[in-house]
């Protein structure tokens, strides 16, 4: 499974948590340090440019160290278990720094993770004489599907993730392609039913507090599978395919259900956002935004009414036009929206942060004081302290 520690990942969220109510003014500083110091973090997890500044020098001291093997072992770079053991050897230090040094999205990681993977697959690919035979299609699908989808599981990465999922949908793509007669004639109306599926499966398991440390990872897998779905339906795409089928296409032959195409083309990015405003889902809108131009460009491509430049500057103009008049609206909440930006979601939403204050306000209570007042009995003769050294 998560190769990071989940205790330390669940207190990770707990201080951003902490650090969001601290600003919103609802704690102090005392208790967000002493609730963070009960709860603490060991992950090393350098700021922004820390981190791409050592993913820069983790890709340069790879490449040397590769470089200096290729050298000592030039009979082998034509093998491909050359550059599959070169990816053993980085997933190794990777695995070192992650569970002895506790690197955590601190540039270190991430560049060992992307070229262990960049090496697995040219490892992989070349195996196969070329890339141009159907099985090695389904078979190079396949095999990143696969290993991306561990990385994803092992170090839920983001774009780990995200070629899981694109990988997902190619290998569905070219095995109902290739293994099935016209199968590309049924593929847009295929791809799409998947991507509707695995959308759905996406969103559901987001809310699911067993998968809170792949929220991320969902949240792409929903965005690439939004994408498919809207571009297994979109007009250039289908009949880009239909081109495939007849070698004589000419890319503005008409295709079957071209009207209904053309509607999904058009009508679904204002789907996306109809669902997303009733939903109050950021996913939805922000990419039916993004599929708008997407939908112009599309419809600019077959009808030449004005020039690309112009086409998109009216688009753009529009959208920019529509936000800002919803900002104004909504600068006042009303029904339950508001332009605000949102905290994010996670685990710490369903606990009750106020406790754990609580908690530790009175963790430390002070033991009662001795009582020092004198006390009854010790008399020599049964009285209440009634001796002769009274």
């Not at 490892?123 to 989808?149: P, R, V, Y």
């Amino acid at each position: 499974m998560i190769a990071y520690n989940k205790i330390w990942l669940a207190n990770l969220r707990l201080h951003k948590q902490l650090e969001k109510d601290q600003k919103g003014g609802f704690i102090n500083s005392d208790e967000v340090n002493a609730i963070k110091k009960k709860y603490p973090v060991g992950f090393y997890t350098p700021g922004l440019f820390a981190r791409v500044g050592l993913f820069i020098v983790t890709c340069i001291v790879i490449s040397f160290a590769d470089g200096l093997i290729a050298l000592m072992a030039e009979h082998l770079i034509s093998s491909a278990a050359f550059p599959i053991f070169l990816g053993v050897a980085s997933y190794a230090v990777l695995e070192f720094m992650v569970n002895v040094n506790h690197h955590y999205k601190s540039g270190v990681d991430d560049a060992l993770l992307f070229i262990s993977g960049c090496l697995f697959f040219f490892g992989f690919m070349m195996l196969f004489d070329s890339f141009e035979g159907e099985s090695n299609h389904i078979a190079l699908t396949g095999f990143t599907f696969l290993l991306s989808l561990a990385f994803a599981i092992r170090f839920a990465d983001m774009l780990m993730s995200a070629i899981c999922y694109a990988f997902f949908f190619l290998f569905i793509f070219f095995c109902w392609t290739r293994g099935i007669p016209y199968g590309l004639l049924s593929a847009p109306f295929v791809m799409m039913a998947v991507s509707a599926v695995v959308y759905r499966l996406s969103h559901i398991n987001r809310t699911k507090a067993t998968l809170t440390n792949y929220d991320n990872c969902l949240i792409v897998g929903s965005v690439v599978s939004l994408l498919v779905l809207y571009g297994a339906g979109n007009y250039y795409v289908v009949q880009t395919l239909s081109d495939q089928t007849n070698a004589a296409g000419t890319g503005n032959t008409a295709i079957p259900f071209g009207a209904f195409f053309w509607a999904w083309t058009i009508l679904v990015p204002f789907v996306y956002l109809a669902f997303g405003i009733k939903r109050k889902d950021a996913v939805l809108l922000r990419t039916g935004l993004l599929l708008i131009v997407a939908a112009a460009i599309t419809f600019r491509n077959y009808y030449h009414i004005l020039p690309v430049d112009t086409t998109l500057t009216i688009v753009g103009a529009v959208i920019l036009g529509i936000v800002y008049a919803i900002m104004r609206y909504l600068k006042t909440p009303k029904h339950g929206f508001t332009y605000a930006e949102a905290d994010d979601k996670d685990l710490m939403d369903h606990l009750k942060v106020e406790s754990l204050i609580v908690a530790e306000t009175f963790a430390t209570a002070p033991s009662a004081p001795a009582n020092d007042a004198p006390k009854f009995g010790g008399g020599d003769f049964g009285g209440g302290g009634s001796s002769d050294t009274f």
